[in-house]
């Protein structure tokens, strides 16, 4: 009979533990990808995000029909579409990789109590994470809330398997195409821009699907592993590995990540760290799926935002702050759905701790703009910035965006391609929304209340305290 293969996350066929696991045991083989923005907590893409999937999941089928196999395609909430698919091609199991968010679990434990009720086995592999959320704890047995302790215990761990081959092979039902479900057709979803079509950006800039991303993986260690410690701060000099939106869709895997990092004999300990630190903001999810709306640290609840300046968000959103990294940095992320690493925490900051506006209105902002956002790192690195995160450092750390530009950008090669007229004139520069040492201070006394309703809550005895949340 045949085994259901219920993709999400993880659009690839090599390293897939589900896919791996229905193919040993023989048989038929479909696949299903269930657009789901309807079960209770799972939150809509955002645009930029459905644009890549859109080209992802395209690629992953035409390579699932080139073995053998098809893609089925449904939106709906998952508890009903997928033992409704499993009834239709007439499946004895169905398998998945797991997810962490809080929805996403609830989802996915609903889902397999729907196919139990109708006798139709239901299986879980972990393909999407190196370390299991549950696998990685204090002491204590708590979870870690700071990271290098976090990545210390990782390592101290068995090494991360090796990854699973990619089958030359996926056999579907016998009387293809007739004993298939029906599909959705993928154009109809919506998920690509129209009227107006801002994506010219996002396709000069990407190729979504796995076999882009492996050329990338490959280049990227022949190329700029070696100088990436040293350079990958430095907006302009190209040496990031642009994996992040691979990782977030699975069209590479950690695992294979991780083992083609090691064995290619670069320098790629700093670019691991970096792997970790995206195992960390998933870590931190499992244990508070709130992440993207509460604040890790619950101390923060007493920060006094002022009232939002809706302009000022959207000169941001522009790249209109008359601060020219923060500038160049949005306009990358509105032209080609990312922004590098470095500018992304300077853009952040400026947002948060100079404009003293909300974390979230950020957060969101970069939900809808980026390729790679996903549930954990979006809201974890936002957080972090913010200081309400998970972070032995406080909040008082304010990155300048002048300082930032002299040392990362200093021949001012990345502004100049973003923001040309900071450099080369040719239109106007926008005028400074705020002055960065008056708006610094004002960022600092604003956290003295926090930290004044901190001490007073300490004062009040362990009740209070305990209010305080996970991340203290």
Known sequence: MTTLVWFRDDLRLADHPALHAALERGGPVLGLYVLDEESPGVRPLGGAARWWLHRSLASLAERLRERGSDLILRSGPAADVVP??????GAAVVVWNRRYGGPERAADAAVKEALRAQGIEARSFAGNLLFEPWTITTGQGG???VFTPFWRACLEQPPPRAPLPEPREVPGPASYPASYPATDALDAWGLLPAAPDWADGLREAWEPGEPAARRRLRDFLADDADAYDRTRD???????????PRLRWGEL????????????????????????WREFAWHTLFHFPALAEENLNARFDAFPWPRLDHDRLALWQ????????????????WATGTMHNRVRMVAASYLVKNL???WRHGEQWFWDTLVDADAASNPFNWQWVAGSGADAAPYFRIFNPETQARKF?????YIRRWAPEYVDGGGPVPEPLVDLGASRRAALDAYDVVKATA?????QGPTARAAEGSAD
């Open 318 to 333: 522009q790249g209109r702050t008359g601060v020219p990294l923060v500038d160049a940095g949005m306009r990358e992320l």
């Open 409 to 413: 950008d200093p021949e001012r090669r």
């Open 143 to 145: 979870h870690y809330k």
């Open 234 to 244: 430095h907006p302009a000099r190209g040496t990031t590995s642009l994996l992040s």
């Open 253 to 276: 895997s950690p695992h294979t990540v991780w083992r083609e990092a090691i064995a290619s004999g670069r320098n790629v300990g700093g670019f691991l760290s970096e792997v970790g």
């Open 455 to 459: 001490a007073a809550s300490s004062r």
């Open 84 to 89: 409704a698919v499993a009834a239709e091609a």
């Open 356 to 358: 003293l506006i909300d």
